[in-house]
């Protein structure tokens, strides 16, 4: 039995928004992640249960490849491929879910037809700190995923009997995904009853983890070996560990989107360290990544030098500058604030 968490309120709303709409767009944010995919896939799914006009999924870029096996995943329409047919869906749209995101700015380039549509918005969504953009808000941040807390939404509307084995694949992919595997803010016991009615939905757990896990190119394989055999850095003494790649060296392994995902994990197999970041160089900026085990925020050290966050144990940000002012900015922080100097200066 799960237990009550969104207000009846906010339901009745969305309930409505649901009966009355007729076009439904669900929008997620830029380089889509398992528990992106997961969400607006198994809201997709769910939706199609309804006589409506048209549903659609538009996200801003390309998402990994190992995740296009994921039920749906062929009819996603990419911004950055069809920004015109994109944007007229936002703007016809009479219903627009943002699921997996709390502020607009995560969604790139789509943000100015998202906040120019008249479309009744929803945010459904497990990060900190919303933004207030959107007419119904649902937001947990104590919840495992946007997944998990889709599928409680879908509940409380009283319709878990619409939702199928296609829908249950993607929620449980996102849940699976946005945990480590359930290895990090994943030690509530509602996510393992929502896990039990997947499986009765039809999910196979174990094919999903082999999809997700241990389906990659040779590609992807070897600059794995690559980054840990030559970009580590361990400062042990801190308990901390940074893998970096440039632009180059991601080329030179014909780099794909989603080739480094749970890179920035490794390094917390490593017997005494407990705080991980890895640091991708892109075009105009570097995208970092942070993990923690513990009781170490990794979002508070985000947050303080690398504008970004997220949560306690995963999160995420940007820099704008050359990754070697980047590493630069990591460990003059690191040396003030680590998981064994927790003492923010």
């Known amino acids: 039995m799960l237990t009550k968490i969104v207000d009846n309120d906010k339901i009745h709303k969305l309930k409505t928004y649901i ?14 992640d398992g528990d992106a995919m997961g969400s607006s896939l198994g809201l997709y799914h769910y939706l199609t249960s309804f006589d409506k006009k048209s549903i659609k999924v538009v996200v801003p870029n390309h998402f990994p490849e190992f995740l296009k096996w994921m039920p ?50 929803v945010m459904i969504d497990h990060h900190p700190d919303t933004e207030d953009f959107c007419s119904v808000v649902i937001s947990y941040p104590e919840m495992s995923s946007t997944c998990e807390l889709v599928f409680r939404v879908i509940c409380a509307l009283g319709d878990v009997d619409l939702i199928e084995k296609d829908a249950a694949e993607c929620f449980y992919t996102g849940m699976m995904t946005d945990t480590g595997s359930f290895s990090y803010n994943s030690n509530s016991e509602g996510i393992y009853a929502i896990i039990g009615e997947l499986i009765k939905k039809g999910v196979d757990k174990d094919e999903i983890y082999r999809k997700v896990n241990q389906v990659y190119s ?15 850095k361990v400062f042990p003494d801190k308990q901390a560990a940074l893998l970096t790649l ?30 991980s970041v890895f640091m991708r160089e892109e075009t105009r900026l570097i995208k970092i990544s942070l993990r923690s085990a513990g009781d170490f925020p990794c979002n508070e050290f985000a947050s303080k030098y690398f504008n970004g966050g997220g949560h306690k144990n995963a999160s995420g940000g940007e820099f704008y500058g050359t990754l070697e002012e980047a590493v630069k900015v990591f460990e003059e922080g690191l040396a003030l604030y680590n998981p064994n100097n927790l003492e923010k200066s």
């Open 19 to 32: 009966n009355k709409g007729s076009r439904f767009v669900i929008v997620s944010h830029e380089m889509p």
């Open 246 to 275: 440039t632009q180059k060296e991601l080329n030179r392994f014909k780099y794909k989107s989603g080739d480094t995902e749970g890179f920035v994990n490794l390094p917390l197999s490593i017997n005494g360290i407990c705080f």
């Open 72 to 121: 749906g995943a062929g009819d996603i329409i990419i911004y950055d491929q069809y920004p015109d047919f994109a944007a007229q869906l936002i703007s016809e749209a009479d219903v627009l879910f943002c699921l997996d995101f709390n502020a607009v700015k995560r969604v790139g380039k789509m943000a100015s037809a998202i906040v120019a549509s008249d479309a009744r918005k």
């Open 218 to 232: 040779e590609c992807r394989l070897r600059l794995m070996g690559y980054a840990l055999y030559e970009k580590l």
